[in-house]
T-cell receptor
Framework: GNSVTQMEGPVTLSEEAFLTINCTYT??????LFWYVQYPGEGLQLLLK?????DKGSNKGFEATYRKETTSFHLEKGSVQVSDSAVYFC????????????FGTGTSLTVIP | DTEVTQTPKHLVMGMTNKKSLKCEQH?????MYWYKQKAKKPPELMFV???????INESVPSRFSPECPNSSLLNLHLHALQPEDSALYLC???????????????FGPGTRLLVL
């Protein structure tokens, strides 16, 4: 089947620390992979995506590389800011399933000054 | 413009009430979605509309009734809800329902529903 496993949170970091949020997946077929961010009281915003193996998605200093050999799509940022505090969701989408998204459980990040 | 709007932002209703949630997008997207999100959980897919036709119903109870009057608008009609239906209801849209699965879904801010 299709599923996403994310590292458990919550994660607390000091400002300017390095961030990694692990995400691994299982999928029937060739998935597209996404990271979404949800700020308190808001909907989900697309952070970045990758649609094929070895693609790197990047946005606002965040990066993730689609690794088919390790079935992973880990999110990284070199220097986090207080404004990055949010919940991060890894998700996959596989063709022929109505564009259905399979979300991970979410990882809550708090960045302290 | 990648905006999906949802109204109302908040809704409180009794178990005997009938209410509706509204979602709108003007990006020319042909696929629209309803999700339910409980606190500290990921969104759960409820319904998918493709070209104004219902294509996926994830075994949602009949007290939730979706409607897609046109390609820009998606409604969710609520009737005889239970307290456990209290959640954030998110609407999303995508360009299409892609056979390759690479379409980005754009989410609205959600309607926070409380059922008393």
């Amino acid at each position: 089947g299709n599923s996403v496993t994310q590292m458990e949170g919550p994660v607390t970091l000091s400002e300017e620390a390095f961030l990694t949020i692990n995400c691994t997946y299982t999928a029937t077929g060739y998935p597209s992979l996404f990271w979404y961010v949800q700020y308190p009281g808001e909907g989900l915003q697309l952070l970045l995506k990758a649609t094929k193996a070895d693609d790197k998605g990047s946005n606002k200093g965040f990066e993730a590389t689609y690794r088919k050999e390790t079935t992973s799509f880990h999110l990284e940022k070199g220097s986090v800011q207080v404004s990055d505090s949010a919940v991060y969701f890894c998700a996959l989408s596989v063709g022929n399933t109505g564009n259905q998204f399979y979300f991970g459980t979410g990882t809550s990040l708090t960045v302290i000054p | 413009d990648t905006e999906v709007t949802q109204t109302p932002k908040h809704l409180v209703m009794g178990m005997t009430n009938k209410k509706s949630l509204k979602c709108e997008q003007h990006m020319g997207h042909r696929a629209m979605y309803w999700y339910k999100q409980k606190a500290k959980k990921p969104p759960e897919l409820m319904f998918v509309y493709s070209y104004e036709k219902l294509s996926i119903n994830e075994s949602v109870p009949s007290r939730f009734s979706p409607e897609c009057p046109n390609s820009s608008l998606l409604n969710l009609h609520l009737h005889a809800l239970q307290p456990e239906d209290s959640a954030l209801y998110l609407c999303a849209s995508s360009q299409d329902v892609s056979l390759a699965g690479e379409e980005t879904q754009y989410f609205g801010p959600g309607t926070r529903l409380l059922v008393l």
